[in-house]
């Protein structure tokens, strides 16, 4: 597909002037009390309420004039069919085949993906209920009690989101391992019984160094604590592309699960990528994910923009950041279920859309990708929300409340709800500092302390937020929470015009931190590393002892 400067659409003057010309948010819902009903959006397992974000119904349609207008219709088309949406890695992008029934016929490289898919969950379906069944034992002949998930990036959070959403209690209990800090396997693996944990390499490419070192490090703790080296294979499985890399650390192919290239690491986790979600919660809880997936998918492929909850999502947060000017957005899960997903979605949004070029290598003519940042309610409210009413940076926000909350403690899911839409209210109209005036004086302080309180009690609104009201915290409406944001992610970068499927950013990083450690660990590489400071950060690190 080729990438035109959204910019350069006829629409995108058209939503300049909108812009110039709206007023406060607050006007635009007093103006219609019906806004609600007009902005809200039904999709599988949630309803989205727009109508605290601060459009109207032209600015809507001029938005989906530029969906159109950047080719939306077709590139949609591709993602469900045999493509190469990733063109500078020179792959198909197809994470929707993941969760497609069998017999949806998709052939990549006339390798047929439904096939090869459908075969794989057999695998882990069988896998999962070995573990669980107690069918699969350690290297002492004992039942699996632990699962160790060692993966980072998108090997790591979705598996990690899912599974803390899913709550705690199961058997085997899933444990995640993913950053390099030895303070991380330094905590978890005391915790653990040797003879009765599995551990999951996750890694789409085998070779992440954070992964391979974590590896290393268990496989020489199963040893240590007398695990004989031919009874590695018990205690441990691999997802993986790189067949070859895997059989180097001595996984037999028995032992390993596959992925694709056209799997993006971010886009992983209705794929092998969610063993540790089947084994610690079933395989039928991961079909359920899927399922929630998949319906997402069929809406976003079969609904019109107007009323497509992943495009509409897409494009009011386009209109936010490119046309309003906000500079981050706020992902805030009125759920404590949902702590993990303004982590995922960092992944998500920032590594897919966060850009400067378009497909053709020419430089992109707006902001592309999302400062997104966030964490659960009401903890927020008592940390960041002050800046958010009162400071001056703009921005936009997502509340995310699960309607039925997966306990019974009513009082409590009544007061998360009732500060949620509190909170998405005050963000919109704020409260004008003769508003403020007018209700400390009501309440007896004199006039001109009254005017001099105002201004401190004043704060503007007008900022933009969705509220996501999501079924339930059941694996289905998780797997359409999920894909939600896969495809808003994809409708962003596809009206940008950028590569939502490479992340070559993350790999100039990647080489100098292995100059860095060479340097760390002999002063003779030292001269390879070209930077002052570098080297004396070097000299400062040896010197104490590194
Ligand atoms: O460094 C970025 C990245 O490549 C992500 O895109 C990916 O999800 C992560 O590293 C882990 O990669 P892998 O699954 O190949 O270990």
Redesign the pocket.
């Known amino acids: 597909m080729t990438a035109v400067d959204p910019t350069r659409l006829a629409p995108w003057a058209a939503l300049a002037e909108h812009a110039r010309r709206l007023p406060h948010l607050a006007e635009l819902l007093d103006a219609d009390p019906d806004r609600f009903h007009r902005f809200r959006v039904e999709a599988p397992r949630m309803q989205l309420d727009l109508s605290r974000q601060r459009w109207n119904a032209a600015v809507r349609a001029d938005l989906i004039a530029l969906a159109e207008a950047a080719d939306l219709a077709n590139a949609r088309r591709l993602l469900f069919g045999a493509n190469r949406l990733n063109p500078t890695e020179g792959r198909a992008v197809l994470h929707t085949a993941l969760r497609a029934p069998a017999g949806e016929r998709i052939d990549v490289d006339g390798i047929s993906a439904d096939a090869a898919v459908h075969s794989a969950l057999l695998r882990m379906r069988e896998l999962t209920d070995k573990v669980r069944n107690g069918i699969w034992r350690g290297a002492t002949g004992k039942p699996i009690r632990d699962v160790v998930n060692i993966?980072?990036?998108?090997?790591f959070l979705g598996p990690a989101l899912v599974c803390d959403a899913l709550g705690s209690g199961h058997r085997p209990t899933v444990h995640f391992l993913a950053n390099i800090d030895g303070m991380e396997a330094a905590r978890l693996l005391p915790r653990l019984d040797p003879t009765r944990t599995l551990f999951v390499i996750?890694?789409?490419?085998?070779?992440?160094l954070e992964?391979q070192v974590n590896a290393r490090t268990v496989r020489a703790w199963l040893l240590e604590r007398g695990v004989a080296p031919e009874a590695l294979r018990r205690h441990f499985v691999a997802i993986s592309t790189n067949v070859a890399a895997a059989a180097e650390f001595g996984l037999p192919e028995a032992n390993l699960l596959p992925l694709w290239d056209w799997v993006g690491?971010?886009f992983s986790v209705t794929s092998t990528i969610g063993l540790p979600i089947a084994l610690g919660y079933g395989f039928r809880t991961f079909e359920r994910l899927l399922a929630g997936a998949r319906a997402m998918d069929e809406h976003f492929r079969d609904t019109p923009f107007a009323a497509n909850a992943p495009v509409l999502l897409a494009l009011v947060e386009l209109w936010n950041q490119n046309l309003l000017g906000t500079e981050s957005h706020a992902v805030l899960p009125y759920a404590r279920a949902l702590e993990l997903l303004p982590d995922y979605l960092q992944?998500l949004e920032m590594?897919s859309n966060g850009k400067s070029v378009r497909r053709d290598g020419t430089p992109v003519t707006t902001r592309t990708g999302t400062i997104l940042w966030g964490n659960v309610g009401t903890n927020g409210q008592h940390a960041y929300h002050q800046l958010l009413h009162q400071g001056t940076a703009p921005f936009s926000a997502e509340f995310i409340l699960p309607l039925n909350p997966g306990h019974d403690l009513d009082e409590h899911h009544r007061w998360l709800a009732a500060h949620c839409f509190a909170q998405a209210e005050v963000f919109a109209r704020g409260r004008a500092a003769a508003r403020a005036q007018a209700e400390l004086e009501a309440a007896g302080m004199e006039t001109e302390a009254a005017a001099n309180a105002a201004p401190h009690r004043a704060m503007p609104g007008n900022h933009p937020s969705t509220l996501l009201l999501l079924d339930d915290l059941a694996p289905e409406s998780l797997g359409a929470l999920i894909a939600l944001h896969e495809h808003k992610v994809f409708v962003q970068g596809m009206i940008w015009g950028v590569n939502s499927f490479d992340?070559w950013g993350?790999e100039l990083g990647?080489t100098l931190g292995a100059a860095i450690h060479a340097a760390l660990a002999d002063p003779g590489r030292l001269e390879a590393i070209s930077d002052a400071t570098t080297r004396a950060l070097i000299d400062t690190f040896r010197a104490r002892g590194g």
């Open positions: 993966g980072i990036g998108g090997s996750a890694s789409k490419s085998f070779g992440t992964t690491g971010r992944q590594e992340q993350v990647k």
